[in-house]
């Protein structure tokens, strides 16, 4: 029996990076896990395979972040396909970044809608079938606490709005015994972030530990807090940056 053994969890933006790492800790630690996915298939089916191969049970969906129909489907799909749903980590994400006067309007509200309206409205979506308590854990970035470089205010801003998310959320439904908890990755090595490309040395300069995470130090994280190790933690922010925010 693992610790999340009879517990389903559903993880948006789970076919490749931090997600797939996440959803890997949870399917270990014994949770049905459904992903979501915008149009990496292959990769997502991949993550499946994999959870299935170590004896698992995971189903992956498409759900493209910013059709709010589309969220609600996940949620009853997910559901519907694994009879609950228990843990939700909002973590499906786009790095859009640049000169400030070179943002487009389309950029922004996709970015919003990506990071913030979609979390908001899946959490919305959930609770109402987490009858037996939950655990909502958002995924923010350490730029959401401190922008040590140009080029990336549209993004801080969009991951900072987790912050109040997470804080509303952990007082709306504490009383339903549900958590609500923000995980703030720092440089991770992933497609959006590779630890080996040339700009990733100015990146690691900014840890104390001089290297990037990998996408399992923040599933580990998760996964503290998606179990009963984390019964007791709700309106938190971690932050798991090699030191960069230190
Ligand atoms: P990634 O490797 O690029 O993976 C992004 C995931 O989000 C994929 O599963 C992708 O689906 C999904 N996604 C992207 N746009 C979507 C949309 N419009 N609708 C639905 N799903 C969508 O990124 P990552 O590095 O693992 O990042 C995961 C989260 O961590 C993001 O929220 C990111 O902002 C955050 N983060 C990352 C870093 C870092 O250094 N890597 C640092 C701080 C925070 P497809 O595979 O179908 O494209």
Redesign the pocket.
Known sequence: MGQLTGKVALV?????????AIARELAGAGADVAI??????D??QSVVEAIEAAGGRALAVQ????DADALRAVVEGTVSALSRIDILVN?????VYGPLEEVTLEEVD?TLA??AR?SFLLAQAAVRHMTEGGRIIN?????AERVPYPGWTL?AMS?SALIGLTKGLARDLGPLGITANLV??????????PAAAPEADEERRYTALNR??A?AD?AATVLHLAGPTGRNITGAAITVDAGTTA
Request: with cysteine.
């Open positions: 948006t933006g789970g076919s490749r990076g931090i997600g797939a979501t996915y915008a149009t990496a298939k990769h997502a759900a493209e972040a910013t973590n499906a994400g786009i790095a996709r990506i990071h979609a995924i923010g970035s350490s730029l993004y991951k703030h990755p720092g440089s991770t090595d992933t497609d959006m972030n990037y995470c996408p923040i």
